[in-house]
């Protein structure tokens, strides 16, 4: 570790490598900027401006403007907030459903366990973007369609990882303590089993939501996702695709922002694992 | 052995995961003055604590409360008289230890914590402790606490001092033979059975082979078991143990289960033997007048 990277250290104290802590910080720069739009943006959100049409990045709009004459730089920054807030909603519907069940079936066993884990095991049959799309197609366009249509097959993996991890603190000897005091199954489940099932959870929670932010992106890239006059990446990336080999900007720039955003989640992930698994810490 | 008024009883029980049993047929009682469960890894001693517990149900034979079998006893009273004692480890990592003890508390006397912690030699403001915050022996005495919260007549001690080192150990001893609760204490540390447990059983491969007093086990064993874990127990200043038979045979599927580790083997071996009184203890070995007059 060089003195270089430890203000880092101190300001990020559970994450124990440069690259993570880098990951940290973009995506810091990432919320703070999406969460700061209003005020950060150079322009209003939707004030399409038909002499500005196409034009190439420059003092006046750094990212230059799109088809219609809007700010990319502004229509990035509160794509942000799109993007971000179908990660967040996506993960936390997903979370809630598959670790409630999960940890039920963990620590529940038998009957229970095998119900639970044969309804997973059915919609991790389908393949997740197929059946998204399906679903999308099926349901009107929008933003909350493509947060039900990504946490549909994106439960299950939660299901199983916390069902697992629950299987196996179920048997801790402070479990069986607590039962042997006479503490309610339910109470043990909240007191005991879920907290110490969280933390491979979060880890994964981390690493998923570049990958839901792409989902995202690909659903509005299809026309399934986000609509006009919404601002979200994929959705720009989408309607400029066609601009790609004439104003390369109008694509580019949000591409480059989901890119960026899927990396910080990833890198990130990968560092709290480490961090919390000691098999795979970085030496 | 059976006796009357013991509060836990095993008759004839058998236990096993799925459908494989890892304890045959083993009746004990926890009788007065302190049982030990002795034996090697994998012998079927944690199994039968996990029985005594209402934590595993047998899969044939009977558990018995009192004069009740224990599926059928007020299940309430049963956790107020029957606490386990685990290793430290057996804190929960992420509550503070004080909420670990008050757990076992009806919510109007959690102030009991600190009065039960300094029962145990603790400082009541190591409460707001987390369990890694503290010493082997503190986390031990927390366990030991906890258990003690709700008042029980019996103690089923796992192990309790096997994660401790020799001093801690002694201190623990200590503190559980100066409790007024029976104790059935499952460990393969011949020196703390002898020192807390007035009878003794010898598990080998889910069986009790041996049974009686701990000092008559100990002193003079009858079975061959029994004697190579005494033998096993390295002196101070003493040459080294020197190993009997083949210490890491697998038990045998067919007779006497120890007969492919026994130095004392015989044809007859190949039979089962059958449990039966010898010089004041209870032992199944075909060679017990043998090993007790080697």
């Given amino acids: 570790m060089t003195t270089d990277a430890q203000p880092l250290r101190r300001l990020l104290p559970r994450v124990p490598d440069r690259f993570a802590a880098f990951g940290a910080v973009l995506l810091a720069v990432v919320v703070l900027t999406a969460l700061l739009a209003p005020w950060l943006a150079p322009y209003p959100l939707d004030e399409p401006r038909p002499l500005e049409r196409l034009l190439p990045p420059s003092g006046a709009h750094w990212l230059g403007t799109d088809q219609v004459g809007r700010d990319v730089l502004t229509r990035i920054l509160y794509g942000g907030r799109t993007s971000l807030f179908i990660a967040v909603a996506v993960l936390g519907v997903s979370a809630v459903t598959g670790v409630t069940l999960g940890v039920v079936a963990g620590y529940a066993g038998g009957w229970v366990r095998d119900v639970i884990m044969r309804v997973t095991d059915v919609f991790l049959a389908f393949p997740a973007l197929l059946l998204s799309l399906a679903l999308a197609i099926v349901l009107q366009p929008g933003v909350n369609t493509v947060i039900l249509v990504i946490a549909v097959t994106w439960w299950p993996w939660y299901t199983r990882l916390a069902a697992s991890v629950a299987a196996s603190i179920a048997t801790r000897p402070y479990v069986d303590a607590a039962r042997c005091l006479g503490v309610p199954a339910p109470l043990i489940v909240v007191r005991h089993v879920l907290p110490n099932s969280l933390t491979p959870v979060l880890v994964q929670l981390s690493l998923d939501a570049g990958g839901v932010i792409l989902t995202s992106a690909a659903l509005s890239y299809l026309g399934l996702g986000a609509q006009e006059p919404t601002a979200e990446w994929g959705l720009m990336v989408q309607q400029g695709q066609t601009l790609f080999t004439t104003n390369w900007w109008v694509v580019t720039f949000p591409g480059l922002a989901i890119l960026v955003t899927a990396f910080a989640f990833n890198v990130l992930g990968e560092g709290l694992r480490n961090a919390l698994d000691p098999r795979r810490a970085v030496r | ?294």
Avoid at chain 2, 44 to 59: C, D, H, N, V, W
Avoid at chain 2, 175 to 195: F, G, P, Q, W
Avoid at chain 2, 210 to 231: C, F, I, M, Q, V
């Fill in chain 2, 1 to 294: 052995m059976t006796s009357t008024g013991a509060l836990l009883r095993a008759e004839r029980v058998t236990l096993g995961y799925g459908r494989r049993p890892v304890v045959h047929d083993v009746s004990l009682d926890i009788a007065e003055g302190g049982v030990g469960l002795i034996g090697e890894s994998g012998s079927g001693k944690t199994t039968l604590a996990r029985a005594f517990l209402g934590l595993l149900s047998p899969m044939s034979g009977t558990i018995r409360y009192g004069d009740r079998p224990l599926h059928k006893a007020d299940m309430k009273a049963f956790r107020r008289d029957v606490q386990p004692v685990f290793q430290a480890e057996a804190l929960d990592p992420r509550m503070r230890v004080g909420r670990s003890v008050a757990e076992a508390l009806p919510r109007a006397a959690r102030s009991r914590v600190g009065e039960l912690l300094e029962q145990v030699g603790l400082d009541p403001a190591l409460a707001d402790r987390r369990p890694h915050q503290l010493s082997g022996g503190q986390r031990q005495r927390v366990v030991i606490a906890r258990a003690l919260a709700v008042g029980p007549r019996l103690l089923i001690l796992d192990e309790p001092t096997s994660a401790l080192d020799v001093t801690v150990q002694a201190r623990i001893l200590d503190l559980l033979a100066s409790l007024e609760t029976e104790r059935l204490l499952i460990t393969h540390n011949l020196a703390v059975v002898r020192r807390l447990c007035r009878t003794s059983h010898v598990l080998f491969a889910g069986r009790v082979v041996e049974s009686g007093p701990t000092s008559e086990l100990l002193s003079n064993p009858a079975h061959p078991y029994t004697r190579a874990l005494r033998d096993a127990v390295p002196r101070l200043g003493g040459d080294p143990p020197e190993p009997k038979g083949a210490t890491e045979a697998v038990p045998a599927a067919t007779g006497c289960a120890f007969r492919l580790r026994c130095p004392l083997a015989a044809p007859v071996c190949e039979r089962p033997p059958e449990p039966r009184d010898l010089a004041g203890r209870r032992v199944a070995c075909h060679r017990a007048e043998d090993v007790l007059s080697s």
